[in-house]
Every structure is written in structure tokens, then in C-alpha cells.
């Protein structure tokens, strides 16, 4: 089965900073889709950016963006200009060519006025 | 614009006690899914569905069962409850195409087993 690793349990950035939210994931597929969700405390399940691995360049939404790194097996978050509304549960997840996904156990983002 | 609908909301139940939590979907989506979160944890696949009629395993199936007879609702059903069971329940459905390769997520619905 694959694994997804976020090793960073809590980050907080001052806002208008930069951020990178950290994941790993273990797979011997070679086609597949990795994302990014946000969860704010209302528990709902937000999509932030998703990335299909046969496509080489980094996927990015407005302040959002990726760094994927197939070979590496990493596919990290940043988050440019954090604002307040940036705060919540984030998670990866990856998404077998069988459809099932896969997530982690997310990273907690304070941003700090 | 309903998207997933997961009712109830919240429940308790007794160890031992039954229940079905209910998801609806009204996006003609093929594939659905059910998730629990544990606290501080992610989302465990329980069981998805590729269409009507055709239900698989995730990973965490035991002690639950699903039905798929028709393409909108994809309903999870606990015989049995026990504590381990507590958790928050994610329903999500996706669309065949591959273009459209989102999942939405229902409100989830909040069960402790005591």
C-alpha cells in the first residue's frame, strides 16, 4: 500500500511570510496524482492544488505553488504571502491509479499576525 | 447546489448499537468514498465505489458495510459499535473523468461510541 509522510506536526509563519509544508510518500506507480487539502476548524475538506506525476512542471494556484520532485518522491507546499485565513490543518494526499487515495497525517499551520 | 450531503451531523451511540450514515451525492459523480479521521490524524479509506453495484475495501473496512444501488447515495453502515469506532466520517465523491479528478468532501458527521 502506499504511505504518506508529513514529518512536520505544527508550522507557523508570521503573516505575509513564506511558507513550506513538507511530504513524502512512497509509491511504486508511476502514474498517479498527489494534492493538497486544507482543513479549517469547520472540518471541511478544502482542495488546494493538485498535481498529475507525468506532468514535469509544478502545478500553482495564485499564492499556492509546489515543488515536486518525483525521483525524490517529495512534494512539498509553499504558501507565499501567508494571511490569516491561511490557518487550518493541511494534508497530502496521493491518489492511486485504482482511485484510492491516500493521506497523511497532516500538518497544523499557525500564522502569527 | 448541494454537492455531498452526510447526515446526521453528530451521534452517540451505545456499544453494541447499530447504525447508517447516510451520503448523497447530486453531481452524477461514479466514485465515492468513505473516510474516518481519528483526532490529529488524516483520513482511512473505509470502502469506496466505482458505481452502482460495485463496492471495495480501503483500508480500515472492519466493522463497517456498504451498499451502492443507485449512483447518488452511498450509505456506511456500523453493526456492532464499538469505542475504537469513535471518529469524525468523511464522505467524498469524484467525477469518471479524469479532467475533473477532484474530490468533494462532505460536512462529515461527528460519532461516539461509549
Known amino acids: 500500500a502506499q504511505t504518506v509522510t508529513q514529518s512536520q506536526p505544527e508550522m507557523s509563519v508570521q503573516e505575509a511570510e513564506t511558507v513550506t509544508l513538507s511530504c513524502t510518500y512512497d509509491t511504486s506507480e508511476s502514474d498517479y496524482y498527489l494534492f493538497w487539502y486544507k482543513q479549517p476548524p469547520s472540518r471541511q475538506m478544502i482542495l488546494v492544488i493538485r498535481?498529475?506525476?507525468?506532468?514535469?512542471q509544478n502545478a500553482t494556484e495564485n499564492r499556492f505553488s509546489v515543488n515536486f520532485q518525483k525521483a525524490a518522491k517529495s512534494f512539498s507546499l509553499k504558501i507565499s504571502d501567508s494571511q490569516l485565513g491561511d490557518a487550518a490543518m493541511y494534508f497530502c494526499a496521493y491518489r492511486s491509479t485504482g482511485n484510492q487515495f491516500y493521506f497523511g497525517t497532516g500538518t497544523s499551520l499557525t500564522v502569527i499576525p | 447546489n448541494a454537492g455531498v450531503t452526510q447526515t446526521p451531523k453528530f451521534r452517540i451511540l451505545k456499544i453494541g448499537q447499530s447504525m447508517t450514515l447516510q451520503c448523497t451525492q447530486d453531481m452524477n459523480h461514479n466514485y465515492m468514498y468513505w473516510y474516518r479521521q481519528d483526532p490529529g490524524m488524516g483520513l482511512k479509506l473505509i470502502y469506496y465505489?466505482?458505481?452502482?453495484?460495485?463496492?471495495d475495501k480501503g483500508e480500515v473496512p472492519n466493522g463497517y458495510n456498504v451498499s451502492r444501488s443507485t449512483t447518488e447515495d452511498f450509505p456506511l453502515r456500523l453493526e456492532l459499535a464499538a469505542p475504537s469506532q469513535t471518529s469524525v466520517y468523511f464522505c467524498?465523491?469524484?467525477?469518471?473523468?479524469?479532467?475533473?479528478?477532484?474530490?468533494?468532501f462532505g460536512a462529515g458527521t461527528r460519532l461516539s461510541v461509549l
Open positions: 498535481q498529475e506525476a507525468y506532468k514535469q
Open positions: 465505489s466505482v458505481g452502482a453495484g460495485i463496492t
Open positions: 467524498a465523491s469524484k467525477d469518471l473523468d479524469e479532467a475533473k479528478n477532484i474530490q468533494y
